[in-house]
């Protein structure tokens, strides 16, 4: 793992930092990757991408590596790069690389910022992570500069959450489906990692701007970045609009 300009960052980015790299992500595994509501976002959001075998692909916001697997079981061999801001989350998401025989390329890197030269990924994805960046018009002018002409990104981007709102409507809705599947130990297990998610995300309701989108601003800002096409998909029950097209 390389780290890129660590001694450069603000006050502001460090603190955010640390609490990624302590507090978020080292019970991330245990909370929210664990609900059913996420790995269907997940799932979906990966399904927009069509691979070619030997497609590169840039995860931005990869944290602990939770979409590694998903995207190394597909029939398509595809070369990945993964970069975030958490150097501890970064070390699981390698481990799970090398659990399936593959050593990925994970760099400590800011969104905001990617320091790769422009055109260089046939994909890129960012799942889950414009919740948490300030500069998320900042992020995502940078992952269509990386990406290279014709070639698909997929964001995710998260709407009309109101704090406590949100965790509780994904705690009724995943309660909801394992207890129609009578699958009660999974209900208590994502009953208990959803109280965790509250309790971990506390912080992130301080900040004085709240992530929040509506389809219209989006639209505005796809269309002022100029991608060659793009559609934007809810999910309804995440909460989360799925961007998705070509450059
Ligand atoms: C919720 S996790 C998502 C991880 C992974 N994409 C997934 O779906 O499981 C969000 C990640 O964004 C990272 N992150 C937050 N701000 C960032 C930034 N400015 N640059 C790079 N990574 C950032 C955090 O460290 C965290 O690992």
Known sequence: MHDCEERNKSFSDKLVGFYFDRIYNPVYDSTTAQSSAYRSLQ?????????????????????????????????????????????????????????????????NMDARKLQFPDESFDKVLCLHV?????????????????LKGRGQFVITFPFKREGIGFGVSIMKDNLHQNISSQKYGRALLELLAQLGVGIVYLPLLLRAKQRSYSRQNLEMVFEKLMPHDFQVEEDAVYMDFIVYGSK
Do not use: Q, W
Not at 56 to 74: A, D, K, Q, W, Y
Not at 80 to 94: H, N, T
Not at 130 to 146: C, G, K, P
């Open 130 to 146: 414009m919740d948490f960046i300030e500069d998320d018009e900042e992020a995502t002018r940078e992952i269509l500069r990386v």
């Open 43 to 107: 799932k979906r959001s990966i399904n927009k991408f069509e691979f070619e075998d030997g497609d590169s692909m840039l995860c931005v916001g990869v944290g602990t590596g939770n979409e590694i697997p998903c995207l190394l079981h597909r029939e398509r061999r595809i070369d990945i790069v993964g970069v975030d801001m958490s150097e501890r989350a970064l070390k699981r998401a390698y481990r799970k690389g090398l659990e399936m025989g593959r050593e990925i390329k994970l760099l």
